[in-house]
């Protein structure tokens, strides 16, 4: 096991591989007071950084700051959290690919070069021998 890969209470071992434990969702109410609130957040925002000359240079950090903070908000939603589970579910998957050496990506890149070549030089040569062909009988 490899010591990058972290495995708290919030997740249960199945079969070989780990995988997040089950959601935990919000009433349907509380799910849309959730999404109301991102869009208001977002919709006040951009009121704010277009119609403020006040803010000048600040204007850009204002929006960022607005469309984090909905984000945030937007995280604890069922669709959120959803996503969340998903994001930690593939932070797991990509620990456990293995990725090639430099050596074996290097060997790999010359070997592809080189087919490329040697199609770009057969595809030419076909092409010579099909318009000196085309071009004898028309004459």
Known sequence: MKKSQDFNNSKVWVSGATKPAELVSVSKFSNGLLWLAAI??????VAITMYSNVLG????S????VVLLALLIARFT???RRFWTF???SKLELAKVVWPT??????????VIVVVIIFAILISIFGVI???F???FLG
Do not use: H
């Open 62 to 65: 204002v929006a960022v700051i």
């Open 134 to 136: 085309i071009q004898y």
């Open 102 to 111: 430099r050596k074996e990506t290097m060997t790999i890149t010359v070997m």
């Open 40 to 45: 208001a957040i977002i919709v006040v925002g």
């Open 78 to 80: 069922n669709q959120g």
């Open 130 to 132: 099909f318009e000196n």
């Open 87 to 89: 994001f930690n579910a």
């Open 57 to 60: 240079a600040y204007g850009t």
